[in-house]
């Protein structure tokens, strides 16, 4: 019995580039896409450094088609996934290997700008946006004191009784 393993990555960081959706000639979908992370510290001497990863991201079916709808250049995502490496055969003819994150799961982190026109909304809903201008006014519709409905004695509810519950008639 082999020994229990893990293999996770976790990231937050920025698109280096619009996702690539492609489709397999079976049909299954895939999507790539850069992350760059950053990092900073302060050296002996005081001075700030700061370094950046550039990291290579793929998702398959769903997942894919999800990244392809919702993410663009520009903007901060958490990712789960797995590191996976891969070796190929270049145009050069040289063999090379390459660290790709195999997609999990991601979640878009607001960036300020409209998404309203990147998700699609449910009949009846009023559609999702991020821009820190059309909030006020968001809330005024939200807010707004509905129409008062006038009852017909035809939709009037019948009140239930008010019936004794027996403490033995409970089944626990």
Not at 29 to 55: I, L, M, P
Not at 88 to 117: H, M, N, P, S
Not at 137 to 143: D, F, H, I, V
Request: hydrophobic letters at 35%; one cysteine or more.
């Amino acid at each position: 019995m082999a020994s229990r393993s893990l293999n996770r990555v976790l990231l937050i960081g920025n698109l280096t580039r619009d996702p690539e959706l492609k489709y397999t000639p079976a049909g299954t979908a895939v999507c790539t896409f850069g992350v760059a992370t950053n990092r900073s510290w302060k050296t002996a001497d005081g001075q700030t450094k700061e370094e950046a990863q550039y990291h290579r991201i793929v998702a398959w079916q769903k997942l894919a088609e999800l990244c392809g709808k919702l993410l663009t250049k520009g903007r901060k995502v958490y990712l789960e996934g797995r590191l996976v490496y891969r070796t190929f055969t270049g145009r050069d003819g040289q063999q090379r290997t390459i660290a790709e994150i195999v997609l999990d799961d991601f979640i878009v982190f607001g960036d300020g700008r409209k998404v309203a026109d990147e998700i699609p909304t449910e009949a009846g809903k009023a559609p999702v946006t991020e821009s820190a201008e059309e909030l006020p006014a968001q809330a005024e519709e939200l807010t707004a004191a509905p129409e008062k409905k006038t009852i017909q004695p035809e939709e009037k509810k019948t009140e239930s009784k008010n019936e004794d519950v027996n403490p033995d008639d409970i089944p626990f």
